[in-house]
């Protein structure tokens, strides 16, 4: 397996700065409430652990880990217990694994981070367990030595479980010198473990990467180690797309707004389609015109975080900042007390948020599988499939072919003359029914999905029904009258799925391509699917004892 690991720089990143930390968490399995508090507060882009102590069976307590807007890759020890790492990102970073056998001594993961065509960061985070040294030495060296050398940003970290402040140890003093030799130079110059000892290093040659400070912990021996990686140039940062706040508009204010400056009555259900999508455009530009989320707007609060948790995190960081400056033992008793009682209370929140949702909804089969995989976080190793014009076309010639290949396994000799009989029914259905608005609101409230080339999302459809729905019952009649269908409703936007998560991403037989349907055409496509069926059974066509693909 050899696979690049590659991040993006997050889009609305206030400086040109990626803001990184690095701890040795001793189990984030036994500490995923303190874990969830340091990367909630602290919000790094890139949270490199080790000791992770995490396994196959970890998923719900990495859900409870990992903040929202977070995702995590990580490499889990599987000989023993203990070991383990992770790089914990945000969700706007995209990241892929590479792993090699050069290192059989410590678990390690390679990754690289593109901020601009010209700044390229290659990186190896590393977990050495304790044992014999001397072998490690060597090894690490030449591991860092294919990676450094090809580039001149390179960062070697993790915790090797050497004492770097000892210059009088032999097998130190080697490692660090075979380092030094590839150009790396250490960063960290105080103490990452609590013991005084420097375990947990920032070796690299990029003179883009900038060591901070280490904050102490209570619930670790190690302490957090802060590092910031600064790019060459920051033209080079992709805002987020804009997008409209549809949230804030209310029924009557669609409502209204829409019945203002109605469209013209159809001619052809072509112009008709292009007419309605504009109109809906029109609304949405005064009612919710589109906006580039602010830096605000990033961070989303947690829905079970109260106004008590509030309330006791501020007087957790107050503490802290008494015992930075006083660094007596009541100090630090005090804080740890406080921290406590807030992993409390916010293990207590959790619960009762969850409780309470699933108490709601028992009934609700879809809402509950989705608390499931909220709670399980099944899709934590994921990687996302990135955007590729060879993938469209990759994947449109293969199904093109597929079905191709189905359709001339068909028999194209001319079926034999049917047998007569005496059913009454028509052969084909010549007129179809005129719908209603009735009708056309009964469907439109049915339906709660669409494309992203709609004018406005499916919610907003159904919360404006009233007003849409006698337009839209207009151009499905038209449609029906002059037997043709609108071509900007042909169209689909197609999402390409992994029909399993850890499936090879270079085989197309992986993946499912999902249409997605602008919202009016699922609304005709169900009335059409209505008639169908009814002329069906009304007229006996189909076979009694046919249940499925009816």
């Known amino acids: 397996m050899d696979v690049t690991a590659i991040f993006y720089l997050p889009a609305t990143t206030n400086t040109n700065h990626l803001h990184c930390i690095l701890l040795n968490t001793r189990s984030a399995q036994k500490h995923t409430i303190e874990l969830w508090d340091l990367l909630d507060s602290n919000a790094p882009d890139i949270a490199f652990l080790t000791e992770t102590w995490w396994n196959d069976s970890s998923a719900p307590d990495i859900a409870i880990a ?17 070991g383990g790492i992770a790089i914990a990102h945000k969700a706007t970073l995209k990241i892929n694994t590479h792993t090699d056998d050069t290192l059989k001594t410590a678990k390690h993961l390679h990754f690289q981070i593109h901020t601009d065509p010209n700044t390229t960061l290659r990186g190896t985070l590393i977990y050495r367990p304790p044992g014999p ?36 140890d ?16 250490q960063l960290v110059n105080t103490p990452t473990h609590i013991a005084g000892h420097t375990l947990d290093p920032l070796f690299t040659s ?19 180690v802060h590092f910031s990686f600064k790019k060459n140039t920051e033209h080079h940062r992709t805002p987020l797309p804009p997008h409209r706040r549809w949230g804030k508009v209310t029924k009557d204010q ?6 203002k400056n109605p469209p013209p009555d159809p001619t052809d259900p072509d112009s008709a ?89 028992a009934h609700d089969c879809k809402e509950l599988f989705s608390i499931v995989k909220e709670l399980s976080n099944p899709n934590a190793n994921v990687n996302d499939i990135p955007p590729s014009q ?34 009454s029914h028509a052969d084909h259905i010549t007129t179809w029914t005129q719908v209603d608005d009735a009708e056309t609101l009964k469907t439109m409230n049915s339906i709660h999905s669409g494309s992203p080339s709609d004018p406005c999302p ?49 085989d197309l037989k992986n993946f499912r391509p999902i249409s997605l349907l602008p919202f009016p055409a699922k609304v005709i496509e169900k009335i059409v699917n209505t008639q169908l069926a009814h002329y069906l059974e009304d007229n006996s066509i189909l076979d009694p004892s046919q249940s499925g693909f009816r």
Request: glycine residues 2%; charged residues 20%.
């Open 66 to 82: 990992i903040p929202d807007g977070y995702k995590i890759t990580r490499r889990d020890r599987t000989n023993g217990i203990g």
């Open 133 to 168: 040294r001397a072998l490690f030495s060597d090894t690490v060296s030449d591991l860092a030595s294919t990676h450094a050398l090809a580039s001149s940003d390179y960062i070697l970290l993790g915790d090797l479980n050497f004492h770097l402040e000892n210059n009088n």
């Open 170 to 185: 032999v097998n130190t003093a080697s490692r660090t010198t075979n380092l030094s030799n590839l150009g790396l130079r």
């Open 206 to 224: 990029s003179n883009h990467i900038s060591f901070s400070h280490t904050s102490e912990l209570h619930w670790t021996d190690h302490h957090c």
């Open 254 to 259: 669609l409502t209204n707004n829409l019945a």
């Open 273 to 361: 389609a292009i007419n309605l999508q504009q109109w809906i455009l029109n609304c949405a530009n005064i009612l919710a015109p589109l906006k580039r989320p602010t830096a605000n707007q990033e961070k989303k609060k947690t829905a079970w975080f109260t106004d008590e948790l509030t309330t006791s995190k501020r007087t957790c960081q107050k503490l802290k900042k008494k015992w930075i400056l006083e660094r007596t033992p009541e100090n630090l008793a005090t804080l740890k007390e406080a921290n406590r009682k807030h992993h409390q209370l916010i293990r207590l929140a959790k619960r009762s948020h969850f409780t309470e949702r699933l108490n709601n909804n």
């Open 390 to 423: 060879k993938l469209c076309d990759d994947l449109s010639t293969f199904v093109y072919q597929k079905i191709a290949a189905i359709h001339d396994s068909f028999n194209t000799s001319p079926p034999p003359d049917p047998t007569p009989n005496n059913s």
């Open 458 to 506: 499916h919610h907003v459809f159904n919360k404006a029904d009233v007003a849409i729905a006698p337009i839209l019952r207009k151009i499905i009649n038209l449609s029906f009258n002059t037997a043709t269908f609108p071509d900007s409703w042909k169209h689909a936007e197609i999402q390409p799925l992994l029909k399993k998560p850890k499936a090879d991403l270079n």
